[in-house]
Every structure is written in structure tokens, then in C-alpha cells.
T-cell receptor, first 115, second 117 residues
């Protein structure tokens, strides 16, 4: 299996622009998670889906952030408009609910820089 | 509510020395416990996990961890550290199936390991 795939790996954008991060989970996994990692705040769970349905979005910082999962093999995290404080590494992870451990597999991350 | 505490933000050890990274959790029952490692510029990789049974679990790269229910701890150990072990280490806890399991993991703040030559 190719593992969790994220694109792009690096994104540099100007303040006010729309940013879209993409994730392809491991085939067959039914949970998908979006995390943000910064030096100041560590690893934060933003939102997660089960069977393409958002379960908990309480970690989404504000209305500028939105996430969708139109099908089992694709999810997006969108920031509109972007701000410099959104600069971080964004990780996507997936897990198999039928696996009683809910072990999560992480993608390589997208490093976002907003200038 | 579930929580995970990693008391040491940063640890430095000499190559060849032993290592112990601390993890304490708060949870109403016996949870699932995990250790992940993150090398610079990489995603998180699972080192080992505890579900049940033997409280000493073996993982990849020569790591092991011991679950101590009485202390609510799940400390990570390695007998002899290699320079390539320098990374950030995360402890995580998850609820067992049927015990309010939401499918998500709670992560600690991480411990950065530096290895001196």
C-alpha cells in the first residue's frame, strides 16, 4: 500500500489567498483525521471523519477553515482567506475502525507558509 | 476526560546510553496506548502499541514500553541509543471499543530527543 498521500508537500502563499490541502487515505480505512502542528501549540486535531461524515470539528480554529470528504478516497482542507498565523505543518491520518485499536497512519504532511 | 502528559519537553542523552521517556495518562479505564516517533520533516510513525496482556511491549527499532496501571504510566525505553534515534516522540491514548470509543487518539505534547556523539 502507498500509505497516506498528501499534496502538495510544500505550499507558499500570500495572506488573503485560498489554500487547499489534499489527502488520500489508505484504501479501506474508514476514519480520516486532519491535524495541525506548530512549535507553539504542538499537534492539534482539527477535524475527523468516519465513513466520509464529519464527526468532530471542534478543533477547527475558525470559519476560515473548512474540510470535506466527498468520497472514501479523498479529503480536502481549505483555508480561505489564509493568514500568516496559519503557517504550520498539516497532517492527514487514517485508521480502520474495524481494527479495534484505531491505530492511525500518518501522511508526510504539507508545510504551509503564509507570507 | 482523557489526557496524556509527557513531562519532559526535551531530553539529551549520549550515544550508547540508555533512554527512558515518560508518559502519564488520565483515563477512567484501561486505554489503548501508543508511542509514535517523528523524524525531522517527516510524519508520525508508530513505534509500538499496548492493547492488553503482557504489560511489556516490544516495538520497532529496539524500543520497548511498559504499561503500569497503578502509576497510569506507559514509559518508553531503549537500552542503547543510536544517533539516528534523535527525533520527537509522542505518546497517545485511545478509548477501548465499546467504552465511549470515538475513534480518535489523544496525543501528548511530545518529547524531543537529542543524542550526543
Amino acid at each position: 500500500d502507498a500509505g497516506v498521500i498528501q499534496s502538495p508537500r510544500h505550499e507558499v502563499t500570500e495572506m488573503g489567498q485560498e489554500v487547499t490541502l489534499r489527502c488520500k487515505p489508505i484504501s479501506g480505512h474508514d476514519y480520516l483525521f486532519w491535524y495541525r502542528q506548530t512549535m507553539m501549540r504542538g499537534l492539534e486535531l482539527l477535524i475527523y471523519f468516519n465513513n466520509n461524515v464529519p464527526i468532530d470539528d471542534s478543533g477547527m480554529p475558525e470559519d476560515r477553515f473548512s474540510a470535506k470528504m466527498p468520497n472514501a478516497s479523498f479529503s480536502t482542507l481549505k483555508i480561505q482567506p489564509s493568514e500568516p498565523r496559519d503557517s504550520a505543518v498539516y497532517f492527514c491520518a487514517s485508521s480502520l475502525g474495524q481494527d479495534y485499536s484505531y491505530e492511525q497512519y500518518f501522511g508526510p504532511g504539507t508545510r504551509l507558509t503564509v507570507t | 476526560a482523557q489526557s496524556v502528559t509527557q513531562p519532559d519537553i526535551h531530553i539529551t542523552v549520549s550515544e550508547g546510553a540508555s533512554l527512558e521517556l515518560r508518559c502519564n495518562y488520565s483515563y477512567g479505564a484501561t486505554p489503548y496506548l501508543f508511542w509514535y516517533v517523528q523524524s525531522p520533516g517527516q510524519g508520525l510513525q508508530l513505534l509500538l502499541k499496548y492493547f492488553s496482556g503482557d504489560t511489556l511491549v516490544q516495538g520497532i527499532k529496539g524500543f520497548e514500553a511498559e504499561f503500569k496501571r497503578s502509576q497510569s504510566s506507559f514509559n518508553l525505553r531503549k537500552p542503547s541509543v543510536h544517533w539516528s534515534d534523535a527525533a520527537e516522540y509522542f505518546c497517545a491514548v485511545g478509548a477501548r471499543r465499546g467504552s465511549g470509543n470515538t475513534g480518535k487518539l489523544i496525543f501528548g505534547q511530545g518529547t524531543t530527543l537529542q543524542v550526543k556523539p
